[in-house]
């Protein structure tokens, strides 16, 4: 299994910008898939989450408002919209699955990782 995630890039305080994660190797929509964040010196820490065949929904507290995960079926794909982007939301951001489609915060019950697209917020 191999994840790819894309749409990282500079953006403006206030400003919205979109995440994409696709796989090869399995069918995406039918395990959990977390985002997780890593700052300049800071652990992987969770940002949201959904549940296999996209029943549900999980979100740290310092993102709950302003992002949103969700699947595109067609493409097969997960989502994160970032909305009302802060200066601390900057980060490499990385995606996730596991092999079951319950979801789970603690980013050693994921196996399967990208390869982090980087977020930049500027004030």
């Known amino acids: 299994v191999q994840l790819q995630a894309s749409g990282g890039g500079l953006v403006q305080a206030g400003g919205s910008l979109g995440l994409s994660c696709a796989a090869s190797?399995?069918?995406?929509?039918?395990?959990?898939v977390g985002w997780f964040r890593q700052g300049p010196g800071k652990e992987r820490v969770f940002v949201a989450g959904?549940?296999?065949?996209?029943?549900?929904?999980y979100y740290a507290d310092s993102v709950r408002g302003r992002f949103t995960i969700s699947r595109d079926g067609p493409k097969d794909t997960v989502i994160l919209q970032m909305n009302s982007v802060k200066p601390e939301d900057t980060a490499v951001y990385y995606c996730?699955?596991?092999?079951?489609?319950?979801?789970?915060?603690?980013?050693?019950?994921?196996?399967?990782w990208g390869q982090g697209t980087q977020v930049t917020v500027s004030s």
């Open positions: 996730a699955t596991k092999n079951t489609a319950i979801s789970s915060r603690d980013r050693n019950d994921y196996p399967y």
């Open positions: 959904i549940t296999g065949f996209g029943r549900a929904t």
């Open positions: 190797g399995r069918t995406l929509s039918r395990y959990a």
